[in-house]
C-alpha cells in the first residue's frame, strides 16, 4: 500500500520547486527594467559634427555653475550690444549643434545667443538626464548667467527648448520675469508624462504594469518622490508672456501633451502644427520652415528695440 505523504510536507515540496523559479523570473523582471531605466537615463553621447565656426558664427566656450556646484557647457554667440538674449537649449538625446541653424538667424536679427546641452546629452554627456527633475534647476542657472551679463538687455530675455527643455523652459519663465517669450517645442507638463513614452521608444512595448515597474524604479534611481513625477508646469505667471507652442507629426504622444498645455494658458498662446518637430539631424525644407517659423516669433514678441506704448 502506497504510503501518504502528509499535505505539509507536499506543500514544502511544492514550494521549494516552485519559488527558485519565481525567483529568477522576478529577478530577471527587475534587470530588464533597471536595464530599461538606465538606457533612459542614459542616452548615450552623440555626434556634434558641426559647430559655430561651421556657420561663420563668432562664438566663445563659457561655463556657469548649478546649485549643486555642477558646471554646464555652452557656447556664447554676442550679437547686438545691449540687444535682448535667447537660450537656446536643444532637447533629449540631441546636441548643440542642432540649435545653430536656428542661431545663425537669430544671430542676424541681432539677438545675443547662449547654447547648451541637457543632462546626458550632447557630445560629452554630463551625468544623467532627469526627464525634467532637475533640467528645470540647470536652465534658471543659465538664465542667472545671461542676465549678469552686462552686454544684454536682461530683462528681455526669450528661451526656445525642446520636449525636455520645453518643460524646463515653460517653468523657469513661470518663475523669472525677465523671460518675455518662450518657443517651446513638443512640451510635456509632468515627468510620469514622458517616461511612458521613452519606455515605449525604448523597448516597443506600450504596457501598464512595465510603464509602472520603470515609474518606480526611476523613482529608486533618482531618489524622488511620486508628487515629484507628478509636478506640473504653473501657467498663471505665463498670461502676461508670449508662448509659442509646437507640436509635431512625428511626435504625436507629445503633440498630445503639447495640446493639454495649450488649453490650459489663458489668454490662449499661438500653438502651430508641423510636419516634424525638432530631432537630431533636421534638414531641409523642414528645418528652413521651422527656423523661420521661430524666428519669426521672436522678432515679433521680443523686438530688438523695446516697443514704447502711448
Known amino acids: 500500500m502506497r504510503r501518504r505523504v502528509p499535505a505539509r510536507v507536499q506543500l514544502r515540496r511544492f514550494l521549494g520547486t516552485v519559488l527558485p523559479g519565481l525567483g529568477m523570473i522576478f529577478a530577471g523582471a527587475l534587470v530588464v527594467v533597471g536595464i530599461v531605466v538606465y538606457r533612459i537615463s542614459h542616452p548615450g553621447p552623440v555626434l556634434e559634427p558641426v559647430n559655430p565656426s561651421h556657420f561663420l558664427l563668432p562664438s566663445m566656450d563659457v561655463t556657469w555653475s548649478t546649485p549643486d556646484g555642477k558646471g554646464i557647457p555652452g557656447w556664447w554667440i554676442p550679437g547686438t550690444r545691449g540687444a535682448p538674449a535667447i537660450l537656446l537649449a536643444p532637447g533629449y538625446g540631441m546636441s548643440r549643434g542642432d540649435a545653430l541653424s536656428l542661431a545663425t538667424i537669430l544671430r542676424e536679427q541681432g539677438y545675443n545667443l547662449l547654447i547648451y546641452d541637457q543632462r546626458g546629452a550632447g557630445a560629452s554627456p554630463r551625468g544623467a538626464s532627469t526627464l525634467g527633475l532637475d533640467e528645470t534647476a540647470d536652465m534658471l542657472a543659465a538664465l542667472d548667467f545671461l542676465e549678469h551679463r552686462s552686454d544684454v538687455a536682461p530683462q528681455r530675455i526669450g528661451i526656445w527648448g525642446v520636449d525636455v527643455a520645453a518643460r524646463a523652459a515653460l517653468k523657469a519663465a513661470a518663475m523669472r520675469a525677465a ?17 511612458p513614452i521613452r ?22 534611481y533618482r531618489l524622488t518622490s511620486s508628487s515629484a513625477m507628478e509636478e506640473g508646469i504653473a501657467v498663471e505667471p505665463l498670461s502676461d508672456r508670449a508662448v509659442l507652442l509646437i507640436q509635431g507629426e512625428n511626435r504625436k504622444e507629445l503633440a498630445r501633451h503639447t495640446t493639454a498645455i495649450s488649453e ?9 502644427s508641423v510636419r516634424a518637430a525638432r530631432f537630431r539631424f533636421m534638414s531641409g525644407e523642414e528645418l528652413k520652415n521651422y527656423d523661420r517659423q521661430v524666428s519669426n516669433f521672436f522678432a515679433l514678441n521680443l523686438p530688438r528695440v523695446p516697443t514704447t506704448k502711448k
Open 179 to 195: 523671460v518675455r517669450a518662450v518657443a517651446a517645442d513638443s512640451p510635456y507638463s509632468r515627468v510620469s508624462d514622458l517616461l
Open 199 to 220: 519606455v515605449q521608444e525604448e523597448t516597443g512595448v506600450d504596457n501598464r504594469i512595465l510603464n509602472l515597474a520603470c515609474s518606480l524604479a526611476f523613482q529608486v
Open 264 to 272: 490650459r494658458l489663458q489668454p490662449p498662446k499661438e500653438l502651430i
